[in-house]
Nanobody, 126 residues
Framework: QLQLVESGGGLVQPGGSLRLSCAASGFTLDYYAIGWFRQAPGKEREGVSCISSSGAKTNYADSVKGRFTISRDNAKNTVYLQMNGLKPEDTAVYYC???????????????????WGQGTQVTVSS
């Protein structure tokens, strides 16, 4: 069974940085696109970014373009989300999930994703 585990969350001041990791166990990530999503209290789950299986294609939500960078190291079976210039509105639980393709992370594509991790909390506050 595909299992994804997120890590790297924490408390950071506005303008700070964090790097989230999404590690796979029980299977190889080589054949899967991976997406990052987030959910703040009282809000719907929101797509953040996705990356194709090879890493050649990436996609970002407008709210994080220019600040977040998604990457992957298939040798380590891990996908990363580098978050710079963090804002209080980035506060949420961040999840990763697998999909056959990185078609996007808007509402229309959420159904592509499966094998959701348990999430990691990111809090941006002074």
């Amino acid at each position: 069974q595909l299992q994804l585990v997120e890590s790297g969350g924490g408390l950071v001041q506005p303008g700070g940085s964090l790097r989230l990791s999404c590690a796979a166990s029980g299977f190889t990530l080589d054949y899967y696109a991976i997406g990052w999503f987030r959910q703040a209290p009282g809000k719907e789950r929101e797509g953040v970014s996705c990356i194709s299986s090879s890493g050649a294609k990436t996609n970002y939500a407008d709210s994080v373009k220019g600040r977040f960078t998604i990457s992957r190291d298939n040798a380590k079976n891990t996908v990363y989300l580098q978050m710079n210039g963090l804002k209080p509105e980035d506060t949420a639980v961040y999840y990763c999930a697998a999909a056959p393709l990185c078609r996007g992370v808007t509402y229309y594509y959420i159904a592509d994703y499966d094998s959701w991790g348990q999430g990691t909390q990111v809090t941006v506050s002074s």
